[in-house]
């Protein structure tokens, strides 16, 4: 069974920053892809990032700068460091993994989700 398990989000002061996390097992995670989505209160689901089992890294403008996606193969997660925070950063961060970017960033455009991690930017 596929699964992913994010941490790392919390309350932060807008200008801080966080690194999330996502746990992996059930699958092997060399040969998948990894993306980040969040979705913010009362807004539609938005793709952030996606690195391919080959590294490519694939990023939508709105993250471009400030968030910065890896992937850690020895301990079998994905990362997603956000720096300069701010308040419309406030979401919900989900871990997913696809074979393939080839669907990123539609807004179910991976084939596996994790619950989702709350972060939430004061002013």
């Known amino acids: 069974e596929v699964q992913l398990v994010e941490s790392g989000g919390g309350l932060v002061q807008a200008g801080g920053s966080l690194r999330l996390s996502c746990e992996t097992s059930?699958?092997?995670?060399?040969?998948?892809?990894m993306g980040w989505y969040r979705q913010a209160p009362g807004k539609e689901r938005e793709g952030l990032s996606c690195?391919?089992?080959?590294?490519?890294?694939y990023a939508t403008d709105s993250v471009k700068g400030r968030f910065t996606a890896s992937r850690d193969s020895v301990n079998k997660r994905a990362l997603l460091q956000i720096d300069r925070l701010k308040p419309e950063d406030t979401a919900v961060y989900f871990c997913?993994?696809?074979?393939?970017?080839?669907?990123?960033?539609?807004?179910?455009?991976?084939?596996?989700w994790g619950k989702g991690t709350l972060v939430t930017v004061s002013s």
């Open positions: 997913t993994a696809d074979v393939w970017c080839n669907a990123f960033p539609a807004k179910n455009g991976m084939d596996y």
């Open positions: 690195i391919g089992s080959d590294g490519n890294l």
């Open positions: 059930g699958f092997n995670f060399d040969d998948y892809a």
